[in-house]
């Protein structure tokens, strides 16, 4: 089995920034394919971006694009996602989810493990 645990997150001024991690425990010897999610009230879980196994990142999500990045620690077992020139709107629910899978998807239900979720709210 696999667990997911997520930190950072928290409050934060219009155009600052944070970090988030999702580091892995359990049966990763094999590496794990993670996607990151975020989810505002009221709407629905949208992606951000993933990294496959061996490092590459698929397309972010147009919201993220020049402000996100995902990279990998593989010795950590850890995926971060550093955001950048934060937005109001960035508040949400953010969520890693990985899977065993070569590649990485865009689609919730291609994840198996999940991380608990950590808030991340940004001041106007």
């Known amino acids: 089995q696999v667990q997911l645990v997520q930190s950072g997150g928290g409050l934060v001024q219009a155009g600052g920034s944070l970090r988030l991690s999702c580091a892995a425990y359990g049966r990763t010897s094999s590496g794990l394919a993670t996607a990151w999610f975020r989810q505002a009230s009221g709407k629905e879980r949208e992606f951000v971006g993933a990294?496959?196994?061996?490092?590459?990142?698929?397309p972010y999500g147009d919201f993220a694009k020049g402000r996100f990045t995902i990279s990998r620690d593989n010795a950590q077992n850890t995926v971060y996602l550093e955001m950048n020139s934060l937005k109001p709107e960035d508040t949400a629910v953010y969520y890693c989810?990985?899977?065993?899978?070569?590649?990485?998807?865009?689609?919730?239900?291609?994840?198996?493990?999940w991380g608990q979720g950590t808030q991340v709210t940004v001041a106007s």
């Open positions: 990294i496959t196994r061996t490092g590459n990142t698929a």
């Open positions: 989810a990985a899977s065993r899978s070569t590649g990485v998807s865009d689609n919730v239900y291609d994840y198996e493990y």
